[in-house]
């Protein structure tokens, strides 16, 4: 069984990662109840249920799709909770997730990437003619 979760980070970080694989990041959590014990730490790959929005998670301008061929159930000691209030949220080691993953780049913002051109009104190419000049060539 397989199981979609997202990954949110730079478009470098992200050329990187399906490259390359995951590397473990460091996380600490602050928990607005103190019941809880004020905050979490935790090392390794953040991973959320659905795509996050811009300050719902790491920063970041593109989002990774990850299917990881595991059962949800393998996942459950990975999970934080009190973190995302309408996402699940796991901190999973890279040496997992790169074991057991397809990773692939579902998205990027358009508005932070030259991939995403916009066309002129003649639906041609505009490109570095719309840089000032000091910037083109």
């Known amino acids: 069984m397989s199981l979609t979760l997202f990954?949110?980070?730079?478009i470098g970080d992200a050329r990187e990662i399906v490259q390359n694989g995951f590397s473990d990041?460091?996380?600490r959590f602050e928990h607005e109840d103190k019941a809880l014990g004020g905050s979490k730490k935790a090392t390794g790959v953040w991973l959320?249920?659905?795509?996050?929005q811009s300050g719902e998670g790491p920063p970041g301008d593109a989002t990774l799709e990850v299917v990881l061929e595991v059962?949800?159930?393998?996942?459950e000691l990975f999970q934080v909770d009190g973190?995302?209030?309408d996402a699940r949220l796991w901190i999973v080691p890279a040496e997992v997730v790169n074991r057991h993953a397809d990773i692939?780049?579902?998205n990027?913002?358009?508005r932070s990437s030259w991939f995403h051109e916009k066309p002129d009104?003649?639906?041609?190419?505009?490109?570095?003619?719309?840089?000032?000049e000091d910037m083109g060539a």
């Open 7 to 10: 990954h949110r980070t730079s």
């Open 71 to 75: 059962q949800d159930e393998a996942l």
């Open 121 to 132: 009104l003649d639906g041609e190419h505009s490109g570095g003619e719309d840089l000032p």
């Open 83 to 85: 973190v995302l209030w």
């Open 108 to 110: 990027v913002d358009p």
């Open 25 to 27: 990041a460091k996380w």
């Open 48 to 52: 959320s249920d659905r795509p996050l």
């Open 104 to 106: 692939r780049i579902l």
